[in-house]
């Protein structure tokens, strides 16, 4: 025996013992900083990788995080979609995490193709904390206007303008580190964005050549990621929140975050910040109970996913071209991209509360729908509020 399994508590119990202990793992991050601070897991590991990971995705991972994770490991076997629609679909559809071609592919490749699958998600949680941080804090700065008098205008534009308020004068409160849910919003499109590079770079390689088409190949070579999948509009701002933020560090344009190993072909590495440790919900224990709410929440009909936060609704009911409210067209005519870059596809309701941009107990968004939509208003710059969409130019007036 070495002198590192003699310190290695974990090295004194029988194998058996080891299994169900590291199976017990209760995220990802958890079991690969088991296997990285203990030899004698990471042997376990090692030895059995693809039902110790299996085991453990399916009990602590969301469905849709799960398919990604499943598709990105798949990837490191060489195995992709059929078709560019099923890759389009990926996290709506099931799928097993270990297919027979994976099992018996050898017991080394399957050991490092776990390794680094569990190197990206500790990447991807990185990566989405730092996007989360870097959201907050610039949402903190916002300094919403307050209306105090609705004003006569030809339309809501001039009204907005007409009105009387108090000019930036929201201070908005403090709701604290990213809620579960956000966490989990983030790191969706973050696997989003892996599996998207992940599989340019296999086009590229021409290793979907026995399979796809020539056509389907080349589309997927000229897409970028906010048009590849087959998602919802408010699914959509959320993968383009992500790769906002990715460019925005690549391009050096936050220099707090440091990208290092960039590669064309997969998110780049960043370090994990020690602090975000403290603010983490997401390695919080997944009780079997909350998972399974989540499940029964989001596929189809729920919540998180398919009707996507309340701002992205607030947003689609107030820029809706064929809807009115009050006998007024609704009219905040301007780009989601405008509010996305304060992490309006992401929040919580409790954090657009805390931000001013939701009434904290109207539970419909069409109450009060006037002074919020104000609010969200007031935060538009000079260069924003040309980028109205003109319904006069559309024909709709
Ligand atoms: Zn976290």
Redesign the pocket.
Known sequence: MTANTEQDPFGQLPEELRIRIIKLSPNP?SLRNLAHASPAMGRVLDRYPLEIVEEVLEATVTSKIRRMMDAVLKARFSVFPASLSEAQTIAETDSTTVTEEMRSSGLDRAATAVRSLLASAANV?AW??ACLENLIRKSMQLRPSTLIKKADGYTRREEFENAESHKKDYIPQDTGP?SWVE?LRM?LSFWQLQFFLELQGAGHKGSLDANWSRQDVDMLTRSSVDGFYDVSNCVREQILTASDFLGAVTSGTIASVEAVDQKAYSLPTIPWVED?VS?????EAFEKERINSYRNWAPGHGYVDSQGPWGYSFYSAMSSLDGWLDGYRLTLCYPFQCWRKHGFAIWDDKRMVDLGMRHPTHKSFMKASFSYSFRWWSLLTEEELRQEFSLREQGLR
């Open positions: 991050f949680h989405s904390h990213p966490e790191m975000a603010k983490c919900r997401c390695t």
